[in-house]
């Protein structure tokens, strides 16, 4: 079975985040370049399935990322995956969720697949629509939000999260599934994976090696973002003096009831 | 000796381990080391995390189930959980401890032993070499293990000896002949065992803690009668003497790392509390009272951190070290302790407050100027058997 996971490289998440005014997107020069925390959820799982299935399950880690970023896809590889791919184009910068999510399709198709792995969204850009383009023109079922997956044979069981609950859903590979923080706790790479992470291949390709046969890339761009403002600031809050707990709560039902919240 | 780098500067490889264990070391915080301060307790899930990545078999060779690494790379680990605020002492001697065993120990006692140590399975992490009696002039230790037979049979009493109640194995060091035995040698007639903690029977070993003035275990240890398999012996009989000192420069560059981390630690702290911290309208940062010991004792750190770099990159091309390793020690356990003095003057009173970790940390660094060798004593080495000058004891 071939599992594939797709990764995103993303700007240090503890770092602040500058938008450039003229070109409107994420400044990343001087910021370090980390692997997007959603996708380790989705690694952890890719290897939980591949643990339990055996055989000659494979992992492979799939990205749209500059070659710069070699290092931290070989992270994906310490922590257990088997090789990887990376679409290294400068033809592609400026990609939006269109363009990304059309050249990682082209290259899994040509690679081939069975169960295709995303995180829910990245920590840059989140937009989380990514994966249900990809599921789309991989033309496979997509099973978003997943908080728990099971694999028997070719058929998939998973419990998507709503806003609710969960759902409990089912569908044959191929498919892809992005999942959520709640499925797993990713594990750190271990030495070994480190030292082993070394040997393992990490196949770099153009967007025409990868299969990309439509221009992507700013230019390409099918959405433009327009505008960028940062969110207002949370206006103060009401804060209610009351003598004891009860005379308190009080005060707050009763604010709540005058607004018809309660 | 570094793939893109300039001189000493770490390889990619290096970098990629520092960011692991870093990244580890993020999940254990300030909150998990002071609970551990407040109760004396053994940090078991740092521990076993550690042991799990496989980073306490770093030195291990690979066909025995570790990764095979070098001094170089070891001390990285330990200079990053020190770094973070946490504390290697719990854990440091399984890395280092198991080099005895690789070095002199048979090809059985290794196949034995190693790979369930590489594993995590055996913890070999405790060295009962100190007593009361003897101190730093070890040939002069009275613990004697007396041959009978199939087994060899210790009486005698340790101290120092840190976290043999988180041990499995022990390696011990007895006087297998009198002090006299060969008088040209004085050196002579010392043995070293390795000691399964499991399978001494009560009465044999009475282990006593000692409180210390930071969360370290280590005990006083009685040893009555204690019958050690003569398997168990390592190398030859009365050459341990020679079996523990080169295993030395290892723990010294190990330690000097861990100073490294503390040294940084405290830099680190001082550096974002004093750019944040206002008082009489600006960043104390701003006032060079404060700047000054704070950069000063960073040039001391980066000083010591080149020497233990340089020490590590000998120990590993297989080059003596003996001046580099103990003076890294020496100038990093310093450079720690100024660092901690800098950070404790920068936070003011709230240094002192538990919840900074400054404090902690403070106490745990002023051990390594006194152990596990005294600085005088390096100095004492660096005199005479480096400057040649006379000898004082």
Known sequence: ?262 | MTENGVGLEPTSDQRVLRDAVRELCGSFDGTYWRALDEKRAYPDAFVKALTDAGYLAALIPEEYGGSGLGIAEASIVLEEINRSGGNSAACHAQMYIMGTLLRHGSDAQKQRYLPAIARGELRLQAFAVTEPTAGSDTTKISTTAVRRGDVYVVNGQKVWTSRVQHSDLMLLLARTSAPDADPKKKTFGLSTFLVDLRSAPSGALDVRPIRTMMNHETNEVFIRDLEVPAENLIGEEGHGFRYILDGMNAERILIAAECVGDGRFFIDRSVKYVNERVVFDRAIGQNQGVQFPIARAHAALEGADVLRRQAAALFDAGRPCGFEANTAKLLASEAAWQAGNAALDAHGGYGFAEEYDIERVFRETRLYITAPIANNLILSFIGQHVLGMPRSF
């Open chain 1, 1 to 262: 079975m071939k599992i594939l996971v797709t990764v995103k490289l993303v700007p240090d998440t503890t770092a602040e985040k500058r938008i450039d005014p003229s070109t409107k997107r994420l400044v990343r020069t001087g910021v370090e370049t980390v692997l997007n925390p959603f996708d380790e959820y989705a690694i952890e799982a890719a290897l939980q399935l591949k643990e339990k299935a055996g055989g000659d399950t494979t992992v492979t880690i799939v990205t749209l990322a500059p070659e710069s970023g070699k290092e931290i896809v070989r992270k994906a590889l310490a922590m257990g995956a088997d090789d990887a791919l990376m679409i290294s184009d400068p033809a592609a910068e400026g990609s939006d969720v269109w363009g990304t999510a059309y050249a990682l399709a082209q290259a899994i198709k040509k690679n081939g697949f069975d169960l295709v792995i995303a995180g829910t969204q990245s920590t840059d850009s989140t937009t989380g629509e990514l994966p249900g383009a990809l599921a789309e023109y991989l033309g496979v079922p997509g099973v978003t939000y997943v908080r728990k997956l099971d694999l028997d044979g070719t058929a998939l069981k998973a419990e998507r999260e709503t806003d609710t609950g969960y759902a409990k859903v089912s569908t044959d590979l191929p498919a892809l599934v992005s999942v959520t923080k709640s499925i797993n706790e990713p594990r750190y790479p271990s030495l070994k994976g480190i030292m082993g992470a070394k040997k393992k291949t990490i196949a770099v390709q153009t967007l025409a090696d990868a299969g990309v046969d439509k221009p992507i890339g700013s230019d390409a761009a099918r959405t433009e973002v327009t505008n960028l403002e940062t969110p207002p600031a949370r206006g103060k809050g009401q804060i209610f003096e009351a003598a004891d707990a009860v005379a308190g709560a009080t005060k707050i039902v009763e604010f709540l009831r005058e607004r018809k919240l309660v």
